[in-house]
């Protein structure tokens, strides 16, 4: 079995601080790994996602976010928040299993107020 | 990017009543579609894989016979909820995978309530 989890609950940071999120997986196979972001009243976008090669990847606005396989980690940073990251972040894995089935787990999701 | 729609966005059902949800990839085909359940404070639980001229398949813990789901078209998936109960009260949610599967792109989401 896979799952995802998530140390952060509830995160609050002033603008302009630095964030990382916490996420960790657990499963024996190969792996595709993503953080989504759903904006207040919006549905889940794409932030980035990790499939192979370099082990720090680039999203968008600013995000970013390493594997790390060793700590089975895919923590998400960002150097400086910004107001309107305000959100709620979900980490989430792809477990390739026998049959090229794959499913998709969601760790509990993590959200981040940032104060002006 | 690719665009996945819900409809309906909301619904209010009496309790014993069936509701159908529709999932739609808008300018790509999904062969598969997933079915998502989000509990208030809670994450995404993913309910059943829809696969379009075969059954779903479901996942542990989910009745099948309660969530019906029918993948009619390569870019249409649906789900009844039967007999519906207040318990059954949540945030719908699916997607289709694009880009050779690895990539999810999400609806926005059905808010079922049941009186």
């Known amino acids: 079995a896979q799952s995802v989890s998530q140390h952060n609950h509830h995160v609050i940071l002033s603008e302009a601080a630095s964030l990382e999120l916490g996420c960790n997986y657990s499963?024996?196979?190969?792996?595709?790994l993503f953080w989504y972001v759903q904006y207040p009243g919006q549905h889940l976008q794409l932030l980035l996602k990790?499939?192979?090669?370099?082990?720090l990847v680039k999203g968008i606005k600013g995000f970013e976010a390493e594997f790390i396989k060793s700590k089975f980690s895919f923590n998400l940073r960002k150097p400086s928040v910004q107001w309107s990251d305000t959100a709620e972040y979900f980490c989430a894995v792809n477990g390739v299993f026998s049959g090229g089935y794959q499913k998709v787990t969601f760790g509990t999701g993590t959200k981040l107020q940032v104060i002006p | 990017g690719a665009v996945v729609s819900q409809h309906p966005s909301r619904v209010i059902c009496k309790s014993g009543t069936s509701v159908k949800i529709e999932c739609r990839s808008l300018d790509f085909q999904a062969t598969t579609m997933f079915w998502y359940r989000q509990f208030p404070k809670q994450s995404l639980m993913l309910m059943a894989t829809?696969?379009?001229?075969?059954?779903?398949?479901?996942e542990q813990g989910v009745e099948k016979d309660k969530f019906l789901i029918n993948h009619a078209s390569l870019t249409l998936s649906t789900l009844t909820v039967t007999s519906a109960h207040p318990e059954d009260s949540s945030f719908y949610i699916c997607?289709?995978?694009?880009?050779?599967?690895?990539?999810?792109?999400f609806g926005p989401g059905t808010r079922l309530l049941v009186l």
């Open positions: 829809s696969n379009e001229g075969s059954k779903a398949t479901y």
């Open positions: 997607s289709a995978p694009w880009a050779g599967g690895e990539t999810q792109y």
């Open positions: 990790y499939f192979s090669g370099d082990p």
């Open positions: 499963y024996g196979g190969t792996v595709n």
